[in-house]
């Protein structure tokens, strides 16, 4: 029996500078904003030997963490025109219990079953309401479930540089998932054989606010004043409702693969995995209880229809590798496969909170024909000053929507027949070892996304002479997730690796990349240009960078056991684009000044190190180390504005960490 108890705590604490336009840092007193970590976590484990053919495993994780000060939804986003009022604390529990059974069932068969359950609640709480989140926030607001909030209390304004008010979104967004999976493994011949499947009960925890308290947009940089029009607000978003909400899904997934030996120089790899996303359908239950509010207060059809399941989603997949030479130094291989996205809860929460649970989501926008009642095709510049006397009325409070010309309800969420995106991976390449000291590897991949999701406004009607209609004239946009999207990838993946002598070894990585897509959709609804014209959004994806150059190496000094270490990386820049809030051309949807991607940012470059020493005791050992991140100090500039309402269009928003140290002791027995 061998059994393991550990506890472990972090504080850390860092800093972000602010990248606000000059024009706020005259009234913004935070311009540097702490932030780090705070982090408790306990293990225990047993593992237990109850005879020669089974093994059993038992692990119990708790990990507890904090994030002050954190900008955007999550740790790690890159949020620098996010003030200290806007920006939350998020944390909070996360464990899991974890069983595992293995059993030798014969010489050439084995199984191996493992249950588990965890459970993740991460609280986004608001700085600005004294670390409240969610239905408690709403609370502190005067928040009304029937008609928003009238108060203006914690709403968000956002203008192009700087953000002020509540966080984008507050509450828990949880999780609670039950896996039970069973792998059975067993040789025949020259097969080696695998299959096995899983069972998953997967629960969303969710208590949320998103645009409750209201979330107002300015096209310049200017404070609000009822007396000056130029300062005044161009678009509001509100959400009239409950975020409350517990849906439970129950999702199958099962495989088999082949290992086939056929010759011994020739191996062929046989799989393949059926997986079964019922996450969409889980909203179901909510669909028939919003139409009956629609169509009572507003008349006309049932808007929303429920969601089927995507059920075809089979993944072959087939690989092979053949030595060809006698001396066996030179190995070529290739594979081919299909690979279906994981999408629990990506969007299904987005869809409850955001339209499911509301009685009314509201958007209005006065710079385009959509989300401005007011709109004037043959003087927009009329339209528009309506549009936003009419929102500064109740600035910060809701605006009153009884006395807009018609309607500004909104849908955000997602198609009934939605698909699960999927990617067709094709690799082919080499090895070749050049005696004991140099090996050189070369390898192509070529990955396509099919039913990429896209997430554009489905409520227009094209006419036959260039203009559009409203489809449902009860609504001002119905932003529904789909499919249609795609995104191809193409790389070479090149590495040298060189090892003089058993204590030290070199290489040289480099990969020669492209990556273009035609969607730009994340993980919430909208991102799609022109729904009639997905080509508007194509060009270099977001993450197309072109080279990335890394060099590593490390030797171990034999007589005093201290051993260096060092990697150093060149990473391209990667593109943005240009955006404007106003409305360029006819139609109704938004508008790219330039095509998308056109411009790129800076390169990234870094070089880490690390020296340790090593103390031994017998058979056990003891490790000091000493590491330090980003030696050269090197300036890594970050999140290029692409915005034209913005001062500083063009220029980097923030940058990467600077020079970093630290000091570790580790203890092994």
């Known amino acids: 029996m061998f059994y393991f108890a550990g506890l472990e705590r972090l504080s850390l604490t860092s800093s972000e500078v602010l990248g606000i336009s000059d024009y706020w840092r005259q009234s913004v007193n ?30 119990y994780t708790d990990d507890y963490k904090r994030f002050p000060n954190v900008g955007g939804t999550s740790p790690g986003s890159s949020a620098p025109l996010e003030t200290l009022e806007t920006r939350q604390t998020f944390g909070g529990p996360l464990w899991n219990v974890m069983g595992n059974w293995t059993s030798t069932l014969s010489n050439r ?22 670390g409240l989140g969610g239905s408690d926030l709403l609370a502190a607001a005067g928040y009304n479930t029937t008609v928003g909030n009238t108060t203006g209390k914690f709403a968000r304004s956002t203008f192009p540089g700087a953000s002020f008010g509540a966080t984008s979104f507050t509450g828990l967004e949880g999780e609670g998932n039950l896996f039970v999976v069973d792998n059975f493994s067993f040789i025949r011949g020259r097969h080696q054989l695998k299959m096995g499947g899983v069972i998953a009960r997967q629960q969303m925890y969710m208590d949320v606010e998103a645009a409750h308290v209201g979330s107002w947009g300015f096209t310049q940089d200017k404070k609000f004043d009822p007396n000056d029009p130029t300062s005044f607000p161009s678009s509001f978003g509100g959400n009239i409702g409950s975020g409350l909400a517990n849906p439970v899904v129950w999702n199958p997934s099962a495989y088999a693969q082949d290992t086939w030996q056929a010759k011994d120089n020739l191996t062929f790899n046989l799989g393949a995995r059926y997986d079964l996303d019922l996450t969409p359908t889980s909203v179901n239950q909510y669909v028939d209880p919003y139409n009956q509010r629609i169509v009572a207060r507003l008349g006309g059809a049932a808007p929303l229809r429920q969601s089927k399941a995507d059920r075809n989603n089979i993944s072959p997949r087939v690989g092979v590798v053949w ?43 006065a710079n385009n024909q959509g989300g401005n009642p007011f709109w004037t095709p043959a003087n927009t510049a009329i339209g528009i000053a309506q549009m ?70 489905t409520n227009w009607t094209p006419n036959a002479d260039g203009t559009f209609t409203r489809r449902d004239t009860r609504y001002a946009n119905i932003t529904l997730v789909g499919n249609g999207g795609s995104i191809w990838y193409n790389a070479l993946e090149t590495r040298i690796e060189y090892r003089p002598t058993l204590n030290g070894r070199a290489g040289l990585s480099y ?68 955006s404007t809030s106003f409305q360029l ?10 095509p998308r991607g056109s411009r790129r940012g800076a390169p990234e470059k870094s070089t880490d190190l690390r020296v340790s020493k090593i103390f031994r005791f017998g058979n056990r050992s003891a490790t000091a180390f000493w590491e330090m991140f980003n030696v050269f100090n090197a300036d890594n500039w970050l999140r290029y504005q692409g915005s034209l309402q913005s001062a500083q269009f063009g220029l980097a928003l923030t940058e990467g960490p600077k020079r970093r140290q630290q000091l570790g002791f580790r203890f092994d027995f």
Not at 110 to 120: A, K, M, T
Not at 398 to 410: A, G, I, R
Not at 538 to 551: E, K, S, T
Request: no cysteine.
């Open 30 to 59: 935070d311009t540097v904003i702490t932030t780090g970590q705070r982090q408790t976590v306990g293990m225990a484990k047993v593992d237990v030997d109850f005879n020669d053919k089974n093994r059993g495993y038992f692990r």
């Open 109 to 130: 068969a084995f199984n191996e079953l493992r249950v588990s359950y965890g459970v993740n609640k991460p609280w986004i709480l608001a700085n600005i309401a004294g």
């Open 323 to 365: 030595v060809p030479t006698s001396d066996r130094r030179t190995t070529l291989r290739s594979s081919f496969g299909l690979y279906y996205d994981q999408n629990h809860w990506n969007f299904t929460d987005i869809y409850l909170n955001e339209t499911l649970l509301a009685l009314r989501r509201i958007t209005l926008n």
């Open 388 to 457: 936003r006397a009419f929102l500064a009325r109740s600035y910060p409070a809701y605006p009153d929507m009884s006395v807009l010309p018609f309607p500004q309800e909104t849908i955000l969420g997602i198609q009934p027949a939605y698909k699960i995106p999927y990617s067709a991976n094709f690799a082919i390449g080499m090895t070749r070892d050049f005696g004991q000291k140099l090996s050189a590897r070369a390898d192509y991949v070529r990955t396509r996304t099919y039913d990429a999701n896209t997430g554009g406004d």
């Open 511 to 578: 990969t020669l990349s492209k990556t273009r897509s035609n969607t730009g959709v994340g993980l919430s609804t909208g991102g799609t240009t022109n729904p009639f014209n997905l080509d508007e959004d194509l060009g270099p994806d977001d993450n197309d960078r072109r080279h990335n150059v890394v060099v590593d190496a490390s030797y171990l000094l034999p007589k005093v056991d201290v051993q260096l270490a060092g990697i150093s990386a060149f990473r391209s820049a990667l593109p943005y684009s240009v």
């Open 585 to 594: 051309d006819a139609d109704p949807f938004a508008d790219r000044p330039e």
